[in-house]
């Protein structure tokens, strides 16, 4: 178990007046068996309402209005969170068995699946990428309880591992090349991007493989932005597995929102009435404490 530190800062500026400004920021570490939230304190300047809410997927934040006329919205949230990766996650839906607007595969990612699993020895796609098999503990990995029953068939972990590494080795990290908007099969195409891509085509590699995955977003040890990885269901557990730095989530990782994709998980969206231009900044520190 480790005790996190964070601060979550985002702050938007517009280069004239807006007004009627809606927005939702999702900035509240998850509660689960593996996150506690120990201390939370939360400015949001100007705000005229301000609610806490969750959304279908367990997701809370702040949802507020900005009537008058401003032309900044300053967010922080600063706290401390215990994480301890042996705890129970959320339960299992079947919703992230499937392909989502973000993680549908073209027929890149489709070759690019069938070049893993010739190299895994799968005789064909439709074979999944074999059984489930009981591996030793790795250090620093979480530990999977044995193999049950109803679980057979399942792809193990180390080939989930091998499906990361390939993907670790074919895409390069290039902010600016690809948006929000960027479709996995858009950014496998491109050969680059950012960790939300990272993370839309390993959903995307993990769902043809049989294996249900989502999108995670949130913070990890360290000072820059929020970060975005993915989960996989196995041996009834969300394990966290970030493609782009090729690791399996650990303790120094904090998360904030889930779904099938980033337009289920992003940690903030809005809307206002105006003729400006925007800029944002986010800026996240993250470190240990005894």
């Not at 967010?75 to 401390?80: P, R």
């Not at 068995?97 to 073209?106: K, L, V």
Request: hydrophobic share 40%; proline share 5%.
């Amino acid at each position: 178990m480790k005790r996190l530190r964070f601060r979550y800062e985002l702050d938007l500026k517009w280069d004239q007046a807006v007004w009627d400004h809606h927005f939702l920021i999702r900035c509240l570490p998850v509660e689960n068996g593996c996150q506690h939230r120990e201390a939370l304190d939360v400015r949001i300047e100007p705000a005229e309402t301000i609610d806490v809410v969750r959304d279908g997927f367990g997701n809370e934040g702040y949802a507020g209005a900005i009537r008058r006329p401003h032309d900044r919205l300053f967010f922080e949230a600063k706290g401390v969170v215990q994480v301890d990766r042996s705890g129970e996650t959320e339960p299992f839906h079947p919703m992230y068995r499937f392909p989502s607007a973000y993680t549908m595969p073209d027929e890149g990612i489709r070759q690019f699946f069938g070049e893993i699993g010739k190299e895994l020895g799968m005789e064909s796609v439709s074979e999944g990428l074999g059984p489930v098999q009981e591996e030793p503990f790795v250090s620093g990995a979480p530990r999977l309880a044995p193999q049950r029953e109803h679980e057979k068939g399942r792809i193990s972990q180390s080939k989930l591992e091998y499906v990361m590494n390939r993907l670790y080795g074919r895409f390069v990290y290039m902010p600016g090349a690809t948006t929000v908007k960027t479709t996995a099969a858009e950014a496998l195409s491109l050969g680059q991007g950012v960790c939300q891509d990272y993370a839309h085509v390993f959903i995307s590699l993990c769902r043809l493989a049989g294996v249900p995955a989502r999108y995670a977003a949130g913070m990890m040890l360290g000072e820059g932005a929020s970060h975005a990885w993915a989960e996989v269901w196995l041996f009834d557990q969300w394990l966290g597995m970030d493609p782009t730095n090729n690791r399996i989530v650990d303790e120094t990782y904090i998360k904030l929102t889930h779904g099938r994709d980033f337009g289920d998980g992003a940690i903030d969206r809005g809307c206002f009435l105006g003729f400006a231009g925007q800029s944002q900044e986010i800026s996240v520190k993250v470190e240990e404490i005894l």
